[in-house]
Nanobody, 124 residues
Framework: QVQLVESGGGLVQAGGSLRLSCAAS????????MGWFRQAPGKEREFVAA????????AYAASVKGRFTISRDNARNTVYLQMNSLKPEDTAVYYC?????????????????WGQGTQVTVSS
């Protein structure tokens, strides 16, 4: 079992930055691929970014590429999402997800474990 706890959400003005963190329990964190997803009111959950257990492998949604950066610190069992140049359309609940099989793509159904989410609100 893996438990995921997100933090770092909040209210920020357009153009600002936030860094989300996701702390994971479990001794095998370093073997898991990790992803970030988001869900805005009235919309489906969508892929944001993912990182493999090999830190150099990452994937991003087109809407955030160049603005967001995913990273992980296996020694701290933590994955991060640095969000820069935020836009009002980035407003959503952001979820961290883990996949023990190593999949680091954009399909939510491939991820086995999910956090409770953290709210990000970007004002215009």
């Amino acid at each position: 079992q893996v438990q995921l706890v997100e933090s770092g959400g909040g209210l920020v003005q357009a153009g600002g930055s936030l860094r989300l963190s996701c702390a994971a329990s479990g001794r095998t964190f370093s073997n898991y691929a990790m992803g970030w997803f988001r869900q805005a009111p009235g919309k489906e959950r969508e892929f944001v970014a993912a990182i493999s257990w090999i830190i150099t492998n990452t994937a991003y949604a087109a809407s955030v590429k160049g603005r967001f950066t995913i990273s992980r610190d296996n020694a701290r069992n933590t994955v991060y999402l640095q969000m820069n140049s935020l836009k009002p359309e980035d407003t959503a609940v952001y979820y961290c997800a883990a996949d023990p099989s190593g999949y680091y793509g954009g399909s939510a159904k491939e991820y086995d474990y999910w956090g409770q989410g953290t709210q990000v609100t970007v004002s215009s």
